[in-house]
């Protein structure tokens, strides 16, 4: 028997972040197959556009851990929700199980270590998408945060554990490891996972040594919206753009500093706890707050570049591959994925290290810039898989774990 339905389970069934936009974008391209689709999630809210296009969606209507009004009973079910793993076992349960497949999009807020067995162990074969790093790390991104920069120690380990890495404070560290050993053990997470999506070379590579060896890996890039529009004349164009959270790991404050430093300008499309300090750095810089993604697009067409100066290992940097589409250069660290979409000096500009980011500024020249636009917007079909294509190849992975449980 073939493939007939899919349960899409994510923590939130809204445009609310990378992780939500692939979700909720990948459904409903599965059902525009003639899928059934199902969108379970924990957290209240569904985007009117799953309804639309005949998505069915069963929500439990919780409240995030970090939003419940019962700061105990939040801190709980973010370690371990019964009632989310019950609702998803009574769901796949009522499946038949040589023609449905459950896909998990992470775990990290009211999912919790809880759907674990009913992934790896549960009548349906499942997919664990990775958009993070958080069936190894206790934060999600091995980075540390207090002090910004890329975390190299074994996760759970005596260091680990003994580290305050967190960006709030060393009681949310304890939480989140007790999180983390409720994902090891009886979440069985990962080391049960049979099938696992990565999303980009730089996520494996960090990855690979804290999955078990015999989980199949499948790699699935992100959709990417490549746009329709003429190209962007980066080079008519004298704005730097930043497209993010204002937060310590983001990068943000160093591109303030390195946009000072080169003498440009610089707009910051997002929102976050650094924007007063980046206003003391740049009075006359534009930061707008959140923005849907029209607007994004509209700063993206007055960019000469945009500045992806992320401190983390960023496991994909979907915002760099839709400028990249659309003729915009990329400037960014070489330690993060969005490097990956990148000609070296031909579409952008990838430095080596925090401090050259300044320098990297000053050589995007209008001719420079023209020079990369053109190049980046040919090479369009490069950045990753439309909505339709993704949805293709999610097909050809959910059709090998069911061909693998049922043989």
Same mark, same amino acid.
């Given at each position: 028997m073939t493939l007939q339905t899919v349960i899409v389970v994510s923590d939130s069934a809204q445009f609310d972040g990378g992780l939500g936009k692939v979700a909720v974008t990948s459904?409903?391209?599965?059902?525009?197959?003639?899928?059934?689709?199902?969108?379970?999630? *924990?957290?209240? %809210?569904?985007? $009117? +556009?799953?309804? @639309?296009?005949?998505?069915?969606?069963?929500?439990? =209507?919780?409240?995030?851990?970090? =939003?419940?009004? !019962?700061? &105990?009973? %939040?801190?709980?079910?973010?370690?371990?929700?019964?009632?989310? @793993?019950? +609702?998803?076992?009574?769901?796949? =349960?009522?499946? /038949?199980?040589?023609?449905?497949?459950?896909?998990?999009?992470?775990?990290?807020?009211?999912?919790? $270590?809880?759907?674990?067995?009913?992934?790896?162990?549960?009548?349906?074969?499942?997919?664990?998408?990775?958009?993070?790093?958080?069936?190894?790390?206790?934060?999600?991104?091995?980075?540390?945060? *207090?002090?910004?920069?890329?975390?190299?120690?074994?996760?759970?380990?005596?260091?680990?554990?003994?580290?305050?890495?967190?960006?709030?404070?060393?009681?949310?560290?304890?939480?989140?490891? +007790?999180?983390?050993?409720? #994902?090891?053990?009886?979440?069985?997470?990962?080391?049960?996972?049979? /099938?696992?999506?990565?999303?980009?070379?730089?996520?494996?590579?960090?990855?690979?040594?804290?999955?078990?060896?015999?989980?199949? #890996?499948?790699?699935? @890039? !992100?959709?990417?919206? &490549?746009?329709?529009?003429?190209?962007?004349?980066?080079?008519? !164009? /004298?704005?730097?753009?930043?497209?993010?959270? #204002?937060?310590?790991?983001?990068?943000?404050?160093?591109?303030? !500093?390195?946009?000072?430093?080169? %003498?440009?300008?610089a707009a910051f499309v997002g929102a976050g706890r650094q924007e007063a300090a980046i206003r003391g750095i740049l009075p006359d810089a534009t930061i707008t707050g959140w923005v849907g993604p029209t607007e994004v697009a509209h700063w993206l067409s007055k960019a000469r570049a945009l500045v992806f100066p992320s401190l983390w290992q960023e496991t994909f940097g979907l915002v760099a591959y839709e400028a990249l589409a659309r003729g915009v250069p990329v400037i960014t660290g070489a330690w993060n994925a969005a490097s990956e979409g990148i000609v070296p000096n031909e579409t952008g500009i990838i430095y080596q290290a925090p401090q050259d980011l300044a320098a990297a500024l000053k050589r995007m020249d209008g001719a420079t810039a023209e020079r990369m636009s053109i190049a980046a917007f040919a090479r369009r079909e490069h950045y990753g898989t439309t909505p339709d294509a993704h949805a293709d190849k999610l097909v050809e992975v959910y059709e090998s774990a069911l061909q693998k449980r049922t043989s």
């Amino acid at each position: 028997m073939t493939l007939q339905t899919v349960i899409v389970v994510s923590d939130s069934a809204q445009f609310d972040g990378g992780l939500g936009k692939v979700a909720v974008t990948s459904a409903i391209a599965l059902a525009s197959r003639g899928l059934n689709v199902i969108f379970f999630c *924990p957290i209240a %809210g569904v985007d $009117p +556009a799953l309804y @639309a296009a005949g998505v069915q969606a069963v929500c439990l =209507e919780q409240d995030a851990p970090s =939003e419940d009004p !019962n700061r &105990l009973r %939040g801190m709980r079910r973010g370690i371990w929700n019964g009632q989310v @793993a019950k +609702a998803l076992k009574s769901l796949c =349960e009522i499946q /038949d199980p040589t023609t449905a497949i459950v896909h998990c999009h992470g775990f990290s807020k009211a999912l919790s $270590p809880a759907i674990g067995p009913v992934l790896t162990s549960g009548r349906l074969a499942s997919v664990y998408t990775m958009h993070e790093f958080f069936l190894a790390c206790p934060n999600g991104s091995f980075f540390d945060f *207090p002090r910004a920069k890329i975390c190299t120690r074994r996760p759970m380990n005596l260091s680990c554990l003994s580290t305050q890495c967190d960006s709030r404070h060393a009681v949310h560290k304890v939480w989140r490891t +007790a999180r983390q050993l409720a #994902l090891k053990g009886p979440g069985r997470m990962p080391r049960a996972l049979e /099938d696992v999506i990565y999303i980009s070379q730089t996520q494996r590579d960090v990855m690979a040594p804290h999955l078990n060896p015999k989980t199949r #890996l499948h790699h699935v @890039a !992100n959709p990417v919206d &490549l746009g329709n529009g003429p190209r962007v004349r980066a080079d008519e !164009n /004298d704005l730097f753009v930043f497209v993010g959270r #204002l937060e310590p790991d983001k990068g943000a404050l160093d591109f303030a !500093n390195a946009a000072k430093s080169a %003498g440009v300008r610089a707009a910051f499309v997002g929102a976050g706890r650094q924007e007063a300090a980046i206003r003391g750095i740049l009075p006359d810089a534009t930061i707008t707050g959140w923005v849907g993604p029209t607007e994004v697009a509209h700063w993206l067409s007055k960019a000469r570049a945009l500045v992806f100066p992320s401190l983390w290992q960023e496991t994909f940097g979907l915002v760099a591959y839709e400028a990249l589409a659309r003729g915009v250069p990329v400037i960014t660290g070489a330690w993060n994925a969005a490097s990956e979409g990148i000609v070296p000096n031909e579409t952008g500009i990838i430095y080596q290290a925090p401090q050259d980011l300044a320098a990297a500024l000053k050589r995007m020249d209008g001719a420079t810039a023209e020079r990369m636009s053109i190049a980046a917007f040919a090479r369009r079909e490069h950045y990753g898989t439309t909505p339709d294509a993704h949805a293709d190849k999610l097909v050809e992975v959910y059709e090998s774990a069911l061909q693998k449980r049922t043989s």
